[in-house]
């Protein structure tokens, strides 16, 4: 392949900025909080790109996910300066700077929903979506909200109901409208122009609706229980993912690639879909559309070997004609975190599995040091999911919490004395950066040797994958190959030990474990695994057969 990009090649490292590092001692973390730490993302991790989610002004109804200004920054995260700082700070030490983008809705504080609710005859009335009530009063379909509730809110001023596929305090911009396009492209161009090298698309495939706004069909799959919101009783079919959606993002891929002559610029959508045939659609027939739609299979999939491996290899395939490159996600701002989800030391093998994979890796804040969900008590709760549907695990407050730094009051994320927005882990005692860094088997220093090691090797970021076969029950066993460089990485889900076939290869030398206790040659004709371990082995010589 020709010479990869930074976004193919380099690790995205998500951070959350309310929960990253605070500058200002109001117990939220800010720009400048971040800019403190990008020693850490150059030097210590090392990550190529962060991902900031949103920093624009907000009444924080859903924590920025509900912008009242998409050209500014929200004094509570800093100012337009220091977010040029930041900017050209990383860029100073080779981080790319990737912000998110909110296109399907704004705040209702939002000036332009301001105005167009002010009347029926607002010149900005069809920048949202408006509808007449059914004869009866009741609203115009069937559609849901995300966090719960018909996704309709009547509006008693001007006898109109408006649609908000989230919270009633984030309405839908209408993409149907020539004058909102333009508006949303011109604040695309504001950042470009200021420096950001990518885009983060919010609850991409949504901005195109059926334009007869016809009723979602039910969802055969979905039964009632605590820990599936009754927004997927409906399957979606009519409230995202119009076809016409794809014109839009060739438009904004043009966009960014007139802006691409310098230095490259991507974008990569939230894209919840895990056909992966359909989804690969977001990538556009001709490549033309998103660089990256987030692959987010290894959030969907139960954590053992044949489902994950099956996701690899859809996704693979899907992308084999195409061409698109692949990506990989454990976590994020709306999922539990995954030491959580699947215990810590199997989270040591999702690490592994996450930066050997072909294609670029995104990694959530704080799952380098396998951070897990904090229970949060009632009276501290704020994520408004929790608030809609409480008890129901579905809350998002337990995977934002603060930054674990090091073992002094409030972790290093805030000054002692100050509480901070959410409650820190229990364990921040143990499970922190400057304790992991002075650990050499701890999940920080497996997560950097696997970082470094990746960097190192185009094999590892962007050689080709091939799955060994047959492997051991319970073992996910693959190639990594590039210019005569070969990785061979083993995967062992269970509890027991396990040898593998053996394997027509060359010897090797373990480079790293996931239990970080043994390196030196391996014997592919007689080569164990422990209990969940993983590792990968680089192979001597670049021929040699496979069987
Ligand atoms: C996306 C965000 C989520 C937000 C929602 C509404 O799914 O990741 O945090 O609540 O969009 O904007």
Same mark, same amino acid.
């Given at each position: ?10 690790v ?8 990253f590092g605070?500058?200002?001692?109001d117990?939220? &973390? ?5 800019l403190?730490k ?5 030097h210590?991790? =090392?990550v190529d790109?962060?991902?900031l989610?949103?920093?624009y ?6 924590f ?11 004094p509570?995260f ?10 050209e700070?990383?860029?100073r ?16 504080q939002?000036p ?5 609710r ?10 949202y979506?408006?509808r ?8 115009p ?25 989230f919270l009633?305090?984030?309405?839908? #911009? ?21 420096g ?7 609850v991409?495939?949504?901005i195109?609706?059926?334009?007869e706004?016809r009723?979602?069909?039910?969802? =055969?799959?979905?039964? =009632? ?15 995202a993912?119009h076809?016409?959606?794809? &014109?839009?993002y060739?438009?904004?891929r043009?966009l960014?690639?007139?802006y691409?002559?310098e ?7 939230e894209?919840?879909i ?28 139960g ?8 996701? +690899? ?16 996600? #454990? &976590?994020?701002?709306?999922t ?8 810590q030391?199997?989270?040591r093998?999702?690490?592994m599995?996450?930066?050997t ?6 990694l959530y ?15 501290r +709760? ?12 579905l ?13 002094a =009051? ?7 004395g ?20 002075a ?7 497996l997560?950097?040797?696997? #970082? ?16 060994i076969?047959?492997a ?7 190639l990594?190959?590039?210019?005569g ?11 027991e030990?396990?040898m ?36 990968v082995v680089?192979?001597?010589?670049g ?5």
């Open positions: 392949m020709s010479e990869p990009l930074w976004w193919q090649r380099g995205i490292y998500q951070i959350y900025p309310r929960s605070d500058s200002t001692g117990g939220v &973390g800010d720009l400048a909080g971040i403190q990008l020693e850490y993302l150059d210590t991790l =090392p790109a962060i991902w989610s949103p920093i002004p907000s009444p924080m109804a859903d920025g996910y509900d912008v009242a200004n998409y050209v500014d920054i929200d509570l800093g100012d337009l300066d220091t977010f040029d700082r930041l900017v700070e990383a860029h030490r080779d981080i790319r700077v990737i912000i998110d983008f909110v296109p399907n809705h704004s705040s209702d939002h332009w929903f301001i105005e167009s002010s009347s029926r005859h607002s010149p900005k009335r069809d920048w979506v408006w007449d009530p059914q004869p009866d009063g009741s609203p379909n069937n559609w849901l909200a995300y966090f719960g509730g018909i996704a309709w809110e009547w509006d008693e001023a001007t006898k109109q109901y408006y649609l908000h596929s009633k305090e984030q309405p839908d #911009l209408n993409w149907r409208n020539p004058e909102v396009t333009a508006a949303m492209f011109d604040v695309v161009r504001f950042w470009l122009k200021r950001v090298d990518g885009f983060r698309i919010d991409a495939h949504a195109m609706k059926d334009p706004l009723d979602n069909p039910p969802n =055969p799959d979905w039964r =009632p229980n605590a820990q599936s919101p009754e927004h997927d009783s409906l399957l979606t079919v009519h409230s993912g076809p016409d959606v794809h &014109g839009v060739r438009d904004l043009r960014l690639d007139e691409s002559g230095r490259p610029r991507m974008m990569v959508g894209i919840h895990f056909d992966w045939p359909r989804w690969a659609q977001y990538y556009g027939a001709q490549l033309d559309e998103f660089h990256l739609p987030f692959n987010f299979g290894l959030l969907d999939v954590w053992e070997a044949a489902a994950i491996r099956r996701v +690899v290899d859809g996704v693979e395939d899907a992308l084999h004609t195409l061409g698109g490159w692949p990506n990989y996600v #454990l &976590g994020n701002h709306d539990h975190r995954i030491a959580s989800r699947i215990g030391t199997e989270a093998l999702a690490m599995l996450l930066l994979l072909r294609g670029t890796a995104t804040y704080g799952d380098e040091l396998g951070m897990v969900d904090v229970p949060i008590p009632l009276d +709760v704020q994520d408004p999911f929790e608030k809609l549907t409480p008890g129901r695990g809350g998002r407050d337990p995977e934002r919490t603060p930054m674990q730094w090091d073992a =009051p409030n972790a290093g994320f805030c000054a002692a100050v509480e901070p927005w959410l409650p820190l882990a229990d364990s921040y005692g143990e499970i922190n950066v400057a304790e992991e860094l650990d050499p088997r701890s999940m920080l220093t997560t950097r040797r696997l #970082l470094d090691l990746r960097r190192a090797h185009p094999a590892l970021h962007s050689g080709s994958y091939r799955p076969d047959p051991p029950d319970h073992c996910f066993v693959y990594r190959e590039e210019q460089e070969r990785f061979l990485v083993s995967l062992n889900f269970s509890a030990e396990v593998l076939p053996a394997l027509d290869v060359p010897n090797g030398t373990i480079v790293v474990s996931t239990h970080l206790d043994r390196d030196g040659r391996a014997d592919p004709a007689r080569f164990t695994l422990r209990s969940h371990e993983g590792c680089r192979l001597e010589g021929t040699g057969t496979l069987s």
